[in-house]
């Protein structure tokens, strides 16, 4: 008869709540705490891996490392797990949830202010907080498996339970992250929420479950602190997060932009205006006419009667300047990833100056998108392409260096169109520029390197490439110009002994040998 009593209770919890049928008001708190604690969880690891990747380059490497040495830190925890008491499951537990909500909400944070001022421990600081984060939360689900176990629970319920829950918030997670906390929150304020979320369990749980605990007051009080503080932190990561970029920049911030794809900073020192993507120097308003002028003009000069013309990247509208320069020009498409990138250089006045308004001239079209898989769909042919991206220092990047890639462009070129591509700098790193030209030729081109100097960044690359092998540097231009002239054009082509071309291969999808040569050059002028 009891059995019978029990089984018509089963089926009444079902038709309530089918995934925690037979689970009081307290099971089912550590259920949710379950995905709770995923959901953090996941969090920090992926804040963790997209702010290495802002801040170091590489989003393959940092995040594979960073998730490695995660999980790794989670089998430590889940080990060290079986030495907690049964009589402290609950006390611990709760001790573990406002550890993690405090050393992952903090750590975006922390890990900016020590990359703004103290960039030399940045590394070993990032991976002992990621190590110890997967510590703690590898903890986490065996402890909440425990406590569910001691409550008289089935086992196997119990395990089903808390992994399909714990799987769920990772889902969870893994969703909002790049469509929504990422972009809109920002990785400092992310990390404090999902740290918020761990204080508030450990709060719930204390009190839920206080008649289990010894002091339960004074851990009450804990949980109650800690939430204090991350709230406090939640409020003030935008001015802590701007001071930690003070001390990286030096110059005055005018716009800082976390976005879906990168992080994007604007500076201002008198009249000399910056724009910083993850960190890397994209242009200097002092001196950004002479890569402009460098990029644009050897190769519209030589095109008499261009009319179509394409622009890969660019999305802060200097190139399309120059390019509209030209009344023979008809129309320009621009294809640029990041909707934050051309609506900032579109509406901000200071920044629209600095671009003439060229972003909303009517012979312009803008197409947010990824450059490869815009040209794979794309039928349209243009007299130039001008590739004007940042340098190929991540997997996403490199893939627009590949040998594929320039065969795409070639596809959309007309019989005697010019691409010019920016090369990185053939002087600091040379295996990498060079390998830029010898992708280029792989692909079917007729390669003409040239380089210039540009006091932000030294001497800078690019190549020209054509389908039949007819090009001829300018001789004149009919345009005036700040800097470049017919002198000034012969000399880009004539490459110094100290930047002679070195053997290489080229650059193709299955092995992006471009990033290894990239990180290898320029990692003997970085320390």
Not at 36 to 63: K, M
Not at 84 to 102: A, H, T, Y
Not at 260 to 265: A, N
Not at 443 to 459: D, I, N, Q, R, T
């Amino acid at each position: 008869m009891a059995a019978c009593k029990h089984n018509a209770t089963i089926r009444i919890e079902d038709t309530s709540m089918p995934f925690i049928s037979s689970a009081r008001r307290p099971d089912r708190l550590l259920i949710l705490s379950a995905f709770i604690v995923a959901s953090c969880g996941l969090a920090y690891e992926l804040v963790a891996g997209a702010l290495a990747s802002y801040l170091l380059g590489d989003s393959v490497t940092q995040f594979s490392l960073i998730i490695g040495s995660y999980l790794c830190a989670m089998g430590v925890g889940s080990h060290f797990s079986k030495y907690i008491k049964d009589e402290d499951l609950v006390s611990r537990f709760v001790d573990i949830e406002l550890l993690v909500g405090l050393l992952g909400g903090m750590s975006a944070t922390v890990l900016f202010v020590i990359f703004g001022w103290m960039a030399a421990p940045f590394r070993a600081v990032l991976y002992v907080m990621v190590f110890a984060l997967g510590i703690l939360v590898g903890m986490e689900i065996p402890l909440v498996m425990r406590i569910l176990n001691e409550r008289k629970a089935e086992f196997s319920e119990v395990v089903s339970r808390v992994l399909t829950f714990d799987y769920l918030g990772s889902l969870v997670v893994s969703v909002l992250f790049p469509i929504v906390l990422a972009p809109r929150l920002g990785l400092a304020r992310t990390g404090f929420l999902f740290g918020i979320a761990n204080a508030a369990v450990a709060l719930m749980t204390a009190r839920v479950f206080r008649s289990q605990i010894r002091k339960p007051g004074a851990l009450a009080l804990r949980s109650f602190i800690v939430l204090l503080l991350l709230g406090l932190g939640f409020l003030l990561s935008d001015r802590i997060t701007q001071w930690s970029e003070h001390g990286v920049f030096g110059d005055e911030i005018v716009h800082a932009e976390t976005t879906p794809y990168q992080r994007l900073i604007v500076t201002r020192w008198r009249d000399d205006l910056r724009l910083y993507i993850n960190g890397n120097l994209q242009f200097s308003s002092r001196d950004e006419h002479r890569y402009h002028e460098a990029l644009v003009h050897p190769v519209l000069a030589a095109l008499p009667g261009v009319r179509r013309v394409l622009i890969l990247g660019g999305g802060d509208g200097l190139a399309a300047r120059e390019v509209l320069r030209y009344p023979s020009v008809e129309s320009i498409t621009l294809v640029d990833l990041d909707p934050a990138m051309t609506r900032m250089f579109s509406t901000s006045s200071t920044l629209v100056a600095l671009n003439k308004g060229s972003l909303t001239n009517p012979r312009l079209h803008i197409i947010n998108a990824d450059a490869a898989q815009w040209l794979e769909t794309a039928k349209e042919f243009f007299d130039a392409v001008i590739i004007d991206l940042p340098d190929p220092n991540s997997y996403g990047l490199g893939k627009l260096y590949a040998e594929p890639f320039y065969r795409m462009v070639r596809g959309h070129l007309s019989e005697n169109g010019l691409v010019v591509i920016q090369s990185t700098s053939p002087y600091f790193a040379p295996h990498a520029y060079w390998c830029v030209v010898t992708t280029l030729e792989s692909a079917g081109f007729k390669s003409y390197p040239y380089h210039a100097y540009v006091p932000s960044f030294g001497e800078w690359g690019f190549v020209i490439g054509d389908r039949n092998g007819r090009y001829q540097p300018p001789t004149h231009y009919a345009l005036p110009m700040q800097w470049l002239d017919a002198t000034t054009t012969r000399d880009m082509f004539i490459f110094p002994a100290d930047m002679q071309r070195v053997p290489v291969e080229p650059n193709r999808l299955n092995n992006q040998i471009l990033l290894r040569y990239f990180e290898d050059d320029w990692h003997k002028y970085i320390r």
